[in-house]
Structures are given as structure tokens and as C-alpha cells.
């Protein structure tokens, strides 16, 4: 008879920790499907990384050919060049992108993504507007 309560009591002791774990497991579970749907289009992670990969390579004809006219006309040689200045070393050293999240302003669609460096120093804010498959702004903060 001990054994027996012995084993009701291990049962009961165990069955809510044992929902529990069910719980955290699901919560998990949801947080890497929020996760994954929280990663923008593959054309849009296409331009991310031609921007950057023209900044880093210092190819400004490549960095305003996705642009809009707009985009084109903003973005001179000379802003182009300082920008490849602070950043293309930074870039080289070695990098990683993480996709922030997607807003939707004044008919665009705007991604942003943080850029953290090898190098270790401060962090960058990149942002991307689109309209009609087309960069609309890139700013990096």
C-alpha cells in the first residue's frame, strides 16, 4: 500500500510539471514559427545584399540600379563614395544581418535589419524602402 501511494504521489508531483514542459515546449515551438514567418521576401533580401554588396565593393552604378528615378537622382557619387568610405571596411572585416521587421509608410514597404561588425564597434540601423519592386531609400543609421 506505501509503494502504491508513493507512486500516486510521484504521479501527481510529476504530471504538473510535466504540463509544464508541454507548455514551455509549445511557446517554443510558436516563437520559431513567428520567427520564421518574420523573414521578408527572397527579392527583398536579394537587394539588401546587392546594396550592401555594392557598398562593400564599392560599385556605385550596382548600388542605383534597382533605385527609382528619385532614388537614382538622390543618391550622387559623392554621397555614394562617403558612404563606401565609413562603411566598406566595416563590411570586409565581416558582418551579420538580422531581419527586424516590415512596415508599411506612405505606400512603401520598408524592411529594416540590424548590421552588427566583427570589428565590434557600434551597430547599424539599414532600412529599405520599396514601391512597385523598386528602391525608393536606404538609409544606414
Do not use: H
Request: net charge positive.
Amino acid at each position: 500500500m506505501n509503494r502504491i501511494g508513493l507512486a500516486l504521489a510521484v504521479l501527481v508531483t510529476i504530471s504538473p510539471l510535466t504540463l509544464a514542459l508541454a507548455r514551455s515546449v509549445q511557446a517554443v515551438d510558436v516563437q520559431i514559427k513567428q520567427a520564421q514567418a518574420n523573414q521578408p521576401e527572397q527579392s527583398v533580401q536579394r537587394t539588401f545584399l546587392n546594396l550592401i554588396s555594392a557598398i562593400e565593393e564599392n560599385n556605385y552604378t550596382k548600388f542605383i540600379s534597382q533605385g527609382n528615378d528619385a532614388f537614382k537622382e538622390a543618391i550622387t557619387k559623392q554621397i555614394f563614395t562617403q558612404v563606401n568610405g565609413q562603411l566598406s571596411p566595416r563590411l570586409k572585416k565581416g558582418y551579420s544581418a538580422v531581419f527586424l521587421g516590415k512596415l508599411n509608410q506612405q505606400g512603401y514597404q520598408v524592411y529594416l535589419w540590424k548590421l552588427s561588425f566583427k570589428d565590434g564597434n557600434d551597430d547599424v540601423l539599414a532600412r529599405l524602402s520599396l514601391k512597385d519592386g523598386k528602391v525608393g531609400g536606404f538609409w544606414l543609421n
